[in-house]
């Protein structure tokens, strides 16, 4: 098991300097769909060992209750500039703890559920950006993606439904990733609704300023009279 996780890596110990990877995972309410983006400058070399690659089967996760191997999509996309090796998974619940790529990256983690909050927390530093001294990427970015309203967060920064950490040189062995997601909520009905009580709140105490405010001037005219 452990030489098929290596497979999607060792590729990289090959190809040219300059390559970055992208990991997404969009958190749904019955599922986690896992995509990984590898960018590699294009040029022949990188282009061959790229499509070599394509013909390995690289593992997602390994089902024990059904005995099953699970397998990425894997796809390859390209530019003037640069090639883009994809691989994609769908889990259901909380399998994307199982995931060879989460597991790769991350000696230490957990992906939660407890009535339906969404926990995913790392409680250790990239390991992907080198292996055994080597150097695989410069730089790894990671996306979690959700409509859904999240509770607390330490994302590098917010674009959206998007929440962001950047792995570089520097901070690899020290940055961690903690996010908890309510799929109880939607973002957008949650600040909708939030709105709409501030709207409703500020309307109520402007009233009741106004009718305060017209027993005081009302009082003090009867106390003149």
């Known amino acids: 098991m452990k030489k098929i996780k290596y497979i999607l890596f060792i590729v990289l110990l090959f190809l040219s300097c300059g390559c970055s990877a992208k990991y997404q995972v969009f ?4 599922k986690m769909i896992e995509q990984m983006t590898i960018t590699v400058p294009n ?7 790229v499509k070599n690659n394509l013909n390995f089967k690289q593992s997602a996760y390994y089902d024990i209750d059904r ?6 999509t894997k796809t390859l996309e390209e530019d003037e500039e640069n090639l883009y090796l ?3 998974y769908t889990y259901r619940d909380t399998n994307l703890e199982k995931s060879s790529l989460m597991d790769y990256c991350f000696y230490k983690k957990s992906v939660a559920k407890n009535d339906n909050i969404v926990s995913i927390n790392t409680t250790s530093g990239a390991s992907c950006l080198y292996k055994d001294g080597v150097k695989q990427l410069d730089k790894l970015t990671i996306e979690i993606i959700t409509d859904n309203y999240v509770i607390e967060n330490n994302a590098d920064k917010v674009k959206g439904n998007k929440y962001i950490w950047v792995y570089n040189d520097k901070n690899f062995q020290n940055k961690l990733i903690s996010i908890k997601i309510d799929l109880n909520r939607e973002k957008e009905k949650f600040i909708s609704s939030l709105k709409l ?5 500020g309307g109520f105490l402007l009233i009741l300023s106004i009718f305060i ?3 005081y001037i009302k009082h003090k005219k009867n106390n003149r009279d």
């Open 27 to 30: 958190v749904e309410n019955d």
């Open 43 to 49: 040029n022949y070399d990188n282009k061959e060992k």
């Open 67 to 72: 005995g099953e191997t699970n397998y990425y």
């Open 86 to 88: 994809k691989y994609s």
């Open 197 to 201: 009580f501030i709207i409703i709140f």
């Open 213 to 215: 405010l017209n027993i």
